[in-house]
């Protein structure tokens, strides 16, 4: 099976990863050309849309491209080809990929029915029990989101699926590096548990422990660095 295949339209180019129906790669480009998508649901303006079952996230163009942006493929190529390098980690699957002349993109991909961490805090057991292992899942496979707030990662129901993969690092050979970027998770997490959801310090201990089992790459003393990431960022956030 092919893992993309390529497009060429008259005014964007780009990639499908699964088989497309005509409507679809149509509606695409227009999407794309207009920077809206007049159908869907906008979860976020000009910026994140729901249609139907599908997921449509505009990359606008940057307005001064560094030297490396005009080489690579675009952001919405990019967390196409994210998705299946960070397989298993489930992540919604990518249907089409665009981008325009401008270097502005656009991808499809599916949309995932399920809520936050922060929303499920307290109310759903088994999705908070599960959360140590898909951190250490990411961890063993040394994925690492560059951006990893509670608003990031949603249940479907059965597994965590991570989201906004334009953000996930290439793997790091670094065993410190992978370290640090683990207490950083864990500092994200635990800022946006008790800012969102209320959640405190005691309250998340035990699955930061749990994690500890599950994966090498930290040790239940780390704790205290998570604790100390944290405070860094309520302080960044002007909360301390
Ligand atoms: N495929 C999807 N399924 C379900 N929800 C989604 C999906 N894609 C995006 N969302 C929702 O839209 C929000 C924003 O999406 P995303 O994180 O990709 O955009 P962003 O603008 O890069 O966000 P940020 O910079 O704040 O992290 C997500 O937090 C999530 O609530
Ligand atoms: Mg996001």
């Given at each position: 099976v092919a893992t993309r295949v390529a497009i060429e339209l008259a005014d964007a180019r780009g990639f499908r990863y699964t088989d497309l129906d005509d409507d679809l790669l149509e509606r695409g480009r227009r999407w794309l050309a207009e920077?809206?998508?007049?159908e869907g649901q906008q979860v976020?303006?000009?910026r994140v849309y729901r249609w139907g079952d599908l997921a449509i996230k505009f990359f606008p163009?940057?307005?001064?491209?560094r030297l490396r942006d005009r080489f690579r493929p675009s952001a919405a190529v990019r967390s196409a080809d994210t998705y299946r390098r960070i397989r298993p980690v489930p992540s919604p699957r990518p249907r089409l990929a665009l981008e325009a002349g401008d270097g502005a993109s656009l991808l499809v991909y599916d949309w995932v029915d399920g809520d936050s961490v922060d929303v499920l805090w307290g109310v759903d057991e088994a999705a908070i029990a599960a959360l140590p292992a898909f951190l250490a899942s990411m961890h063993e496979r040394r994925?690492?989101?560059?951006?990893?707030?509670?608003?990031?990662f949603v249940w479907d129901g059965e597994a965590w699926v991570l989201l906004d993969l334009v953000g996930v690092r290439h793997a790091l050979r670094s065993f410190a590096r992978g370290r640090r970027l683990a207490i950083d998770h864990w500092a994200y997490l635990l800022w946006g548990l008790d800012h969102?959801?209320?959640?405190d310090e005691a309250e998340v201990r035990p699955l930061f422990d749990e994690y500890t089992r599950l994966s090498?790459?930290?040790?239940?003393?780390?704790w205290r660095k998570v604790v100390r990431g944290w405070r860094g960022l309520l302080r960044r956030a002007g909360q301390l």
């Open positions: 920077g809206v998508v007049p976020r303006e000009r163009l940057v307005s001064k491209p994925v690492f989101h560059g951006d990893f707030h509670v608003h990031n969102h959801a209320g959640a090498p790459t930290l040790a239940p003393r780390d």
